[in-house]
């Protein structure tokens, strides 16, 4: 996505995003030291700080529900009734959630009343006049109803799969429609039982398809019942109140009361103290570095290695200080690490080039250029100089001066195995000298 296009606002989902970040770590939760079970929230985090990270927006909110939906409910009190109980984990996941949020300065929005669909939907709807394209963050299939040239669904990948980005042509060829609105008549047909709404008797997904082809609406289905034969006709005419009711439900309201001032949407720069304060309750370590690198005010370039794309990012201040550092506290001032780094030849004055490399292909390049050498030096980022305590947040390689190559390593145990195993024989080449400070650490 061209992130020189500055009318675009992003709005986020918050609960399906957080139980989607919940259910995809269930096998394996996060868990501090005192057994608090952070899954949803560094769920969500993760995915909120990679979305900054590659789409660099320039207008952000997340979206809450709040309270229960009377919009819906007052016409159908069983509307999610059927649901189970909130997971332990996803209360405690969203104050933390919001502490984060206001820590970076991201507008939190949610309407008594009203479903966070329904607020999304105005906000796109009145965004879109004002010449916005708004990227609805989010995997609910419910939002295909919105979708427009200007409005589009944006779907992040799971464990760092690829994102879908569905617009209206996405739209009509997954449903096989001639309108995305038309997704509201394909829900009150087939009814949707994630939240409890009736659908008509007997009319499942393809049988929806095969009536929006020959109907287009369920209006003028069950005007044309006629059409129908045997137990289909008898069921569509019996639940025929139920679907128009249905309809009603599955209908996203673009007239919530909430208004659309674009200057509230700036994505600003977080408080980087306040967000340390709640990663450091949490134990979340490594993604604080994650954070900064986001936001960090830096002009990308590319290079090609054998024929691989590595990004090559110019040093900011804060980053030059701390490659002068060595082994560093990641979440050190710069006024503290400017003090650390002071002498008399600067970073400025030498030129560099310094490489992150962040994909598995380009990391094997890099190991086979490093195996070519003689003398390598490399070091490591931890979060701590106590080795019993200590985790490994990055490696970097240098074998010439003023080149040197940086690898970050994920918050999951598996995905940093998976990356030693791409280094380890660097590691295990015994004819190759490698250069470490404080080694036996």
Excluded: W
């Excluded at 700036?266 to 490594?286: A, C, G, M, N, S």
Aim: proline letters at 4%; a negative charge; charged letters at 30%.
């Amino acid at each position: 996505m061209d992130a020189t296009q500055d009318k675009r606002l992003f709005l986020i989902d918050a609960y399906a995003m957080i139980f989607r970040g919940y259910y995809a770590l269930i096998r394996n939760p996060r868990l501090t030291s005192k057994g608090l079970d952070t899954s949803a929230i560094f769920g969500f985090t993760n995915s909120l700080i990679e979305l900054i990270r590659r789409e660099k927006p320039t207008h952000l909110a997340v979206v809450f529900d709040v309270g229960q939906a009377s919009v819906r409910t007052d016409d159908f009190s069983e509307y999610k009734a059927n649901r189970s109980e909130t997971p332990e984990a996803i209360k405690i996941a969203v104050p933390y959630i919001h502490k984060i949020l206001e820590a970076m300065h991201i507008p939190i929005l949610g309407v008594e009343g009203y479903e966070a669909d329904d607020v999304i939907g105005t906000i796109a709807c009145k965004a879109e006049k004002e010449g916005y394209t708004t990227f609805m963050v989010t995997p609910d299939k419910d939002f295909a109803q919105l979708v427009t040239d200007k409005i589009k669904i944006y779907k992040p990948g799971l464990k760092g799969g690829d994102i879908e980005i569905l617009g209206v042509e996405e739209v009509k060829a997954k449903y096989e429609i001639e309108d995305p609105k038309q997704v509201i008549d394909f829900l009150a047909m087939m009814g949707d039982a994630v939240d409890n709404i009736p659908g008509l008797e007997g009319v499942g997904e393809k049988t929806a398809m095969k009536f929006l082809k020959e109907f287009r609406s369920i209006e003028n289905l069950l005007a044309n019942t006629d059409q129908l034969k045997g137990k289909l006709k008898e069921k569509v005419e019996a639940s025929a109140e139920r679907g128009i009711l249905s309809k009603k439900l599955a209908t996203i309201i673009c007239d919530a009361p909430i208004e659309f001032h674009q200057e509230q949407y700036d994505l600003e720069t977080p408080d980087f103290e306040k967000v340390k304060e709640v990663f450091d309750e949490i134990e979340f370590r490594r993604l604080y570095e994650n954070l900064y690198r986001a936001f960090a005010p830096a002009t990308v370039t590319t290079t090609v290695v054998a024929e691989v794309e590595v990004t090559v990012t110019e040093t900011t201040p804060q980053q030059k200080v701390a490659q002068a550092v060595g082994q560093l506290d990641l979440f050190a001032t710069y006024e503290e690490l400017e003090q650390a780094t002071s002498t008399k030849s600067t970073i400025e004055q030498n030129d560099h080039l310094y490489q992150f490399v962040d994909n598995p292909k380009a990391q094997k390049i890099l190991v086979d250029n490093l195996l070519k050498e003689q003398v390598v030096c490399f070091d490591t980022e931890t979060t701590s100089l106590n080795e019993l305590e200590a985790e490994l947040v990055g490696m970097s390689f240098s074998y010439k001066k003023g080149l040197a190559y940086y690898i970050p390593l994920s918050e999951d145990q598996g995905e940093v195995l998976q990356t030693l195993e791409i280094f380890r024989p660097f590691f295990e080449k015994e004819d190759l000298l490698k250069v470490a400070h404080n080694l036996k650490f």
